[in-house]
């Protein structure tokens, strides 16, 4: 890789997107992030993306698909709100083939800007749980990626086989502001504490060792 | 294929699409039309896409994806209003991806409401120009669309190897009321006639020997 290649970084404003801009940077990529409004409830997660994209002085888009909204409708309760947010992992804590339509939309973007990597926070600990997660799922999106664009792109995660708690070990070696991600599924004021992505956020702090900067509503 | 296959088909109000929607019902399945608004000119097509549906009596979704304008914005003539559309391919003619980021938005619809299959328009004729529309490209998103969502999807196209001259001829078998379908790249009240598209609609049914209930403006 040459210090002229670019990547769009698909960044939700989490701890593993987050990171994986940081990361992105720091081998030298030209990074241009990307977010994305899909009908989710916590908006909040576009504003860290956006804190995290200024404090690393990077490019950033945010592309609205609020419409996706009516495809989702029923099939997830992190955007229909007639739905119970789970504490624990449930399939309705699933969004449909999200991160299929975040890395086409993505790869969309790499072809238009002539870059050549697209990036994604997938990590170890959704593997199980996540089929868009997974190391075979994104190889196999790259090959459709480059037979659909002609590009020779590249599609992965930095985070394949890692652990969050991995990951929040990198983030400090790389200066990632954390207490600026945002990983609650809800929209509170600060993070509740005890949904599921709250929990696991907890959880690799604790596991890393390190401080954990997260003002938590309870739990 | 039982009779309760369910296909989601990507419906842009064109003579392909059309066809392959009539093409999907005369095969048994339910369909669910999808139709996207990604901020092209042409708006005129999705109304021919809710004409086509409605005449099928079948459900239509339609999908606003037009914040994808800003990242199409200087890549193709068919978003970006300061570019000429030209009546012979170039490449600006070209929306990166395009079909990759409606077959992820169609794939992720499908997993949403259990169809098992998703069907587009791509031909032999635009195979050659445009690499999202070949098979290689909708096998290996296939591929991609199975492993990220664990269901077993069919993600193809009826009109593999066939060119625009057989889809009309196809149509005419099926009974697709072709006056209501629109191919023209241009916002006009009638077919312009002469762009790209134009041409092609019209080649075609020469080719067919097929009467052309379109009225066109010039050429």
Known sequence: MGVLSVAVV?????LDSS???YWAH???YGVHCLTFKYGQRAQREVEAARQIAGSLGVPHKVVDLASL???YRGATSLVDQTLEVSKEFTPNLIVPFRNGVFLSVAVAYADSIGANTVIYGAHGDDEPFYPDCREEFYRAFQEAARLGTGRELEVFSPWRGLGKADIVA????LGVPLEKTWSCYLEGP???GVCESCVNRRKA?????VAD???YASG
């Open 170 to 173: 990198r983030a400090l070696e």
């Open 190 to 192: 600060i993070h509740c």
């Open 26 to 28: 720091s081998q030298g």
């Open 69 to 71: 909204e009516d495809i």
């Open 19 to 21: 990171t994986a801009a």
């Open 205 to 209: 702090f604790q596991a890393a060792g």
């Open 10 to 14: 698909i960044l939700s404003g989490g």
């Open 213 to 215: 900067p997260t003002e």
